[in-house]
């Protein structure tokens, strides 16, 4: 399983997770959270921690 973890603190909340990869993430009171904390498999999870400005997303 994979995880995958918004550091809310870090979020700036500019929404790119969010409109990358909306099965993934969505914005809550204005910062990012994950929609599901593990998977089996990445899909587009990745773009969407690539295009975080903030480096706020960690996937391991
Ligand atoms: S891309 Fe990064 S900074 Fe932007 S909303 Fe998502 S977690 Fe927050």
Same mark, same amino acid.
Do not use: Y
């Given at each position: 399983?994979?995880?995958?973890? /918004? ?28 929609? /599901? ?16 400005? /903030? ?6």
């Amino acid at each position: 399983m994979v995880k995958i973890k /918004v550091d809310r603190d870090k979020c700036i909340g500019c929404g790119s997770c969010a409109s990358i990869c909306p099965k993934g993430f969505e914005m809550f009171e204005g910062k990012a959270k994950e929609k /599901v904390q593990e998977v089996k498999k990445l899909t587009c999870e990745k773009d969407a921690q690539e295009a975080c400005p /903030v480096e706020a997303i960690t996937i391991k």
